[in-house]
Every structure is written in C-alpha cells, then in structure tokens.
Nanobody
C-alpha cells in the first residue's frame, strides 16, 4: 500500500508560480507510476501530468503543456508539479495518484489505485 500527501497549494495571482509536492510512504516507490489530476468545482476530474516509474518519461495535458513540469525524486519518494504562468482556469483541487507499473506513464485516472487528499490551488485574475 502507498500513502500520498500533497502540499504546496495556495492562492497566487495570474502569471505566478507554485510548486506542488506529493510525498509517498509505504512500499517501494520506484514500483509506481505517478500522476497529477485536478478537479474544479462543478467539473469532472481531469488529467494534468503523468510520469513513469523512473521519471524519464512524462506526459502532459494540452492545457498545461509548456507551463507545467512534473518530476520525481525517487530517493525522497516525492513527486513535484512545477506550475508556471498560472491562469484563473487552473484553479482546482490538485491530486497526486500512484499505480504499480513498470511501463510508461498512465493517463487514465481510473487506472490509479492510490490517491492523495488533494491540495487547493486558487489563481486570481
């Protein structure tokens, strides 16, 4: 089992930056592909970014590509989401997720078994 705890959310003005962290505990972190998702009020959860077990392969949603960068430090059992040039439409609760996989990044939220509690990101205009 894997426990995930996100941190780093907050209130930021449009154009600003935030870095989210997701700390994992439990079993071998390198057995897991990791993902970031977000959910805005009244909207469906949507994919943001995904990394393979090594962090060498990353996928991004079109809406964040070029602005967001995700990375992982396997020694620290932590995944990061660096968010730059934030827009009001990025406002949402951001979740990290884990799934045991040695393949490529996993995009579908339904494939993930473990989820963090979420961290709120609010971007003011």
């Amino acid at each position: 089992q894997v426990q995930l705890v996100e941190s780093g959310g907050g209130l930021v003005q449009a154009g600003g930056s935030l870095r989210l962290s997701c700390a994992a505990s439990g079993r071998t972190f390198t057995n897991y592909a990791m993902g970031w998702f977000r959910q805005a009020p009244g909207k469906e959860r949507e994919f943001v970014a995904a990394l393979d077990w090594s962090g060498s392969i990353t996928y991004y949603a079109a809406s964040v590509k070029g602005r967001f960068t995700s990375s992982r430090d396997n020694a620290k059992k932590t995944v990061y989401l660096q968010m730059n040039s934030l827009k009001p439409e990025d406002t949402a609760v951001y979740y990290c997720a884990a799934v045991q996989s040695f393949g490529g990044p996993v995009v579908a939220g339904t494939d993930y078994n473990y989820w963090g509690q979420g961290t709120q990101v609010t971007v003011s205009s």
